[in-house]
């Protein structure tokens, strides 16, 4: 392997040649190469979101169609997280040992498979056992592309790259929300399913043909092929965070600093999770994603129905006011895009729980009377948090490295499955036995739990992944 930075330093020694290759990827600013990759990877981000929320907008039919009672929503809505559960952990084992790129393909051609099979689904129980399954592919997706796109960054703007990346996601949530909105009272809940399953399978046909992660490639010695990549992306661009020419006394310590850091890892176990650097942050990222995604999907899977059922809708004013939570989590979220690295990780986290706790409160204390008070307090609610849920994509790859960033990241989104599905399911018990002001001071309760997590999170912001994590 050539050494084109620093002469000094011996490329056959394997740590120093590992740490070149970091640092280059370190040394190249954003270029069309970075965001190609993000908008491909997106794609299958924007149908996994799709495909995540298209059955809250399919329940308020079938409720009518099938005559289903609060609880079997709730157990409906838990049957694609409870997949998720296993596709998260699955597939992030899967993607530590054959890489990033041909998990995420399998994943995403699992979850747009079986979105199809959803559409032919007769009852309660096939439609279960079909979400069951499409819920392995979805949650396999999110947590492996988000370590992906995390590993091509560099510190520098790591967060507004990777931010407006994930805004994917939500406006996969607002456009399965404008879809089920016109299609579903038009053409029948069947079609929903098949607007996110078909297209998925021609995105993969572009994620297929990403290139992998250099990162994972150089952590597993493979540093011929992460070469080649690396290659790739300065030829995108003549610019450079140092220049050698300037920086070489600089560029030899910040190298040396990696190749020692690199001599003195462990190897990869998932039970270094649990070691004393980084059980505290374990803990504390398994908290947020649980507490978060109990309050966001809690909400955004039930307004639909809550709205025809509660509020006494019709159907297409239900699902046009339950469109309009997504709206202002799409602008929330890229609020957060543009100002997350001004602000950092911690204190927007902790401010999103604060917020979003104190408007749900209030929802509650005023007994979630009129459709219109949820509508603004519920749907506000859910557009702060929903900044979190962005936040926490970025934040946990960043806690982790390279050597189990996919399993730490898939094992802390797991924790989001098992909230999802409990949410929903605990909103139609508390929604029968106790009213709709209880569902939402729950809620407010929820966040409460999620404010001490957030406040023991470690600053990231604009720091190496190798810095961050030893």
């Given at each position: 392997?050539?050494?084109?930075?620093?002469?000094?330093?011996?490329?056959?020694?394997?740590?120093?040649?590992?740490?070149?290759?970091?640092?280059?990827?370190?040394?190249?600013?954003?270029?069309?190469?970075?965001?190609?990759?993000?908008?491909?990877?997106?794609?299958?981000?924007?149908?996994?979101?799709?495909?995540?929320?298209?059955?809250?907008?399919?329940?308020?039919?079938?409720?009518?169609?099938?005559?289903?009672?609060?609880?079997?929503?709730?157990?409906?809505?838990?049957?694609?997280?409870?997949?998720?559960?296993?596709?998260?952990?699955?597939?992030?084992?899967?993607?530590?040992?054959?890489?990033?790129?041909?998990?995420?393909?399998?994943?995403?051609?699992?979850?747009?498979?079986?979105?199809?099979?959803?559409?032919?689904?007769g009852n309660f129980l096939m439609?279960?056992?079909?979400?069951?399954?499409?819920?392995?592919?979805?949650?396999?997706?999110?947590?492996?592309?988000?370590?992906?796109?995390?590993?091509?960054?560099?510190?520098?703007?790591?967060?507004?790259?990777?931010?407006?990346?994930?805004?994917?996601?939500?406006?996969?949530?607002?456009?399965?929300?404008?879809?089920?909105?016109?299609?579903?009272?038009?053409?029948?809940?069947?079609?929903?399913?098949?607007?996110?399953?078909?297209?998925?399978?021609?995105?993969?046909?572009?994620?297929?043909?990403?290139?992998?992660?250099?990162?994972?490639?150089?952590?597993?010695?493979?540093?011929?092929?992460?070469?080649?990549?690396?290659?790739?992306?300065?030829?995108?661009?003549?610019?450079?965070?140092?220049?050698?020419?300037?920086?070489?006394?600089?560029?030899?310590?910040?190298?040396?600093?990696?190749?020692?850091?690199?001599?003195?890892?462990?190897?990869?176990?998932?039970?270094?999770?649990?070691?004393?650097?980084?059980?505290?942050?374990?803990?504390?990222?398994?908290?947020?994603?649980?507490?978060?995604?109990?309050?966001?999907?809690?909400?955004?899977?039930?307004?639909?129905?809550?709205?025809?059922?509660?509020?006494?809708?019709?159907?297409?004013?239900?699902?046009?006011?339950?469109?309009?939570?997504?709206?202002?989590?799409?602008?929330?979220?890229?609020?957060?895009?543009?100002l997350v690295d001004r602000v950092?990780?911690?204190?927007?986290?902790?401010?999103?729980?604060?917020?979003?706790?104190?408007?749900?409160?209030?929802?509650?204390?005023?007994?979630?009377?009129?459709?219109?008070?949820?509508?603004?307090?519920?749907?506000?609610?859910?557009?702060?948090?929903?900044?979190?849920?962005?936040?926490?994509?970025?934040?946990?790859?960043?806690?982790?490295?390279?050597?189990?960033?996919?399993?730490?990241?898939?094992?802390?989104?797991?924790w989001l499955r098992v909230a999802?599905?409990?949410?929903?399911?605990?909103?139609?018990?508390?929604?029968?036995?106790?009213?709709?002001?209880?569902?939402?001071?729950?809620?407010?309760?929820?966040?409460?739990?999620?404010?001490?997590?957030?406040?023991?999170?470690?600053?990231?912001?604009?720091?190496?992944?190798?810095?961050?994590?030893?």
């Amino acid at each position: 392997m050539k050494n084109d930075l620093n002469p000094a330093v011996p490329a056959s020694d394997g740590a120093h040649a590992a740490a070149l290759l970091l640092f280059r990827i370190e040394n190249v600013p954003f270029t069309r190469w970075h965001t190609k990759a993000r908008v491909i990877m997106g794609s299958a981000t924007f149908f996994d979101a799709f495909d995540a929320l298209a059955l809250a907008f399919v329940l308020p039919v079938l409720v009518g169609l099938w005559h289903l009672k609060p609880a079997q929503v709730g157990v409906l809505i838990a049957a694609g997280y409870l997949g998720q559960v296993i596709g998260a952990l699955a597939f992030g084992a899967l993607a530590e040992r054959r890489g990033r790129v041909p998990s995420v393909s399998l994943a995403v051609g699992l979850m747009s498979a079986m979105s199809i099979v959803c559409a032919l689904s007769g009852n309660f129980l096939m439609l279960f056992t079909t979400r069951f399954i499409q819920g392995i592919g979805v949650g396999g997706e999110v947590p492996i592309a988000a370590a992906y796109i995390n590993e091509l960054s560099q510190a520098k703007g790591r967060g507004r790259f990777f931010i407006l990346y994930e805004l994917i996601f939500p406006l996969g949530l607002l456009a399965a929300a404008q879809v089920g909105a016109y299609v579903v009272p038009r053409f029948g809940w069947e079609y929903m399913f098949l607007v996110g399953g078909l297209p998925g399978l021609l995105i993969l046909l572009f994620i297929a043909r990403l290139p992998e992660s250099p990162r994972w490639l150089v952590s597993k010695g493979r540093f011929d092929e992460a070469e080649k990549i690396i290659r790739t992306i300065e030829s995108s661009t003549d610019k450079r965070s140092l220049d050698p020419s300037k920086h070489g006394s600089e560029i030899s310590i910040r190298v040396e600093n990696l190749a020692c850091g690199l001599r003195n890892q462990k190897r990869a176990s998932w039970k270094e999770l649990f070691s004393p650097v980084y059980r505290p942050r374990t803990l504390a990222v398994w908290l947020l994603w649980a507490t978060s995604y109990f309050v966001a999907n809690g909400i955004n899977n039930w307004l639909p129905t809550l709205y025809k059922t509660v509020y006494n809708m019709p159907l297409q004013q239900a699902l046009r006011m339950a469109s309009l939570t997504n709206v202002l989590s799409v602008l929330a979220v890229l609020g957060c895009a543009l100002l997350v690295d001004r602000v950092g990780r911690r204190r927007w986290a902790v401010a999103s729980f604060v917020l979003c706790g104190a408007l749900l409160a209030v929802l509650a204390a005023l007994g979630a009377r009129s459709a219109l008070s949820v509508m603004i307090l519920a749907s506000s609610a859910y557009a702060v948090m929903g900044t979190t849920t962005v936040l926490l994509y970025l934040y946990t790859p960043e806690i982790y490295p390279t050597r189990m960033r996919a399993i730490g990241t898939g094992l802390a989104t797991s924790w989001l499955r098992v909230a999802s599905a409990t949410a929903p399911a605990i909103v139609g018990v508390v929604l029968t036995d106790w009213g709709i002001a209880a569902v939402f001071g729950m809620f407010a309760v929820t966040n409460l739990i999620g404010l001490i997590a957030a406040t023991r999170m470690i600053e990231t912001t604009n720091r190496a992944l190798e810095d961050i994590s030893p």
